[in-house]
């Protein structure tokens, strides 16, 4: 969904409870009594950050806690698996509001579990998706085949000897931007339509599931 102005973060943020707002990175707001969470050491948000956040929402008493998250790209994986784990099983009045420039460095996994808001003169979306050739063309034909075809694909994406895993989640998680992109530029549902299919099986293979049989049981 498209916002027009940075000074209506507060409002839409108080209605969700994880929410994601691509702005550009010298885009100020304010959100009172909000907790923010920014990089300090080695330049990333860790995860004794994220402990010491859900230590203090833990043990106080409040109306609605906001934590801001920015920009949300830069957590550590260890920060990332803490902050799915509360979005997994929400905490009541505490809204956790995600800020990026690049909704393409944020991990389909937490996508999937938000709502995400661009502001409507942002031009990250007309950007190019920078990743390999080959992953890029993987993950356009996943996209667009038809039930007949994914099985050779999905054949194609699993025949990589090494990092098999590493490289199914990187041609997964193109696929995924492409259709973010095409969603909110187009506004057609017919990409909105694929993307819980694809979140599926991002999180199947990110959690050791089998990739091939992840695939097929997700995108067939």
């Known amino acids: 969904m498209f916002f027009d102005e940075v000074s209506e973060i507060p409002a839409i943020a108080k209605k969700c409870g994880t929410s994601i707002f691509v702005i550009p990175d010298n885009a100020d707001f304010c959100i009172k009594n909000a907790i923010v969470l920014s990089p300090e ?9 994220v402990r010491e ?7 106080r008493q409040f109306d609605d806690q906001y934590i801001i998250i920015r920009p949300a790209d830069k957590m550590s994986d260890a920060a990332y698996n803490a902050i799915l784990k509360s979005l997994e099983e929400p905490i009541d009045k ?24 661009i ?4 031009d990250c979306l007309s950007s ?15 996209l667009v085949a038809k039930p007949a075809e994914l099985v050779a694909i999905i054949d194609d994406v699993a025949r990589k000897k090494d990092g098999v895993r590493e490289y199914s989640l990187s041609i997964v998680g193109t696929s995924i931007e492409m ?7 187009t506004s057609k549902a ?18 050791n599931g089998h990739v ?9």
């Open 179 to 185: 259709l973010y992109k095409s969603y909110f530029l």
């Open 41 to 49: 050491q080695k330049s990333v948000i860790s995860i004794d950050q």
């Open 190 to 207: 017919v990409f909105l339509a694929k993307l819980p299919k694809f979140l599926a099986a991002y999180e199947g293979i990110s959690r």
């Open 53 to 59: 956040i859900f230590h203090i929402i833990n043990n």
């Open 128 to 142: 190019e998706i920078r990743v390999d050739d080959k992953v890029k063309d993987l993950a356009k034909r996943l």
């Open 94 to 117: 505490v809204h956790f509001v995600l800020v990026t420039e690049n909704i393409s460095k944020i991990l389909p996994t937490v996508l999937s579990r938000a709502s995400i808001y």
């Open 119 to 122: 502001l409507r003169n942002k």
């Open 212 to 220: 091939k049989l992840q695939l097929l049981a997700n995108l067939c």
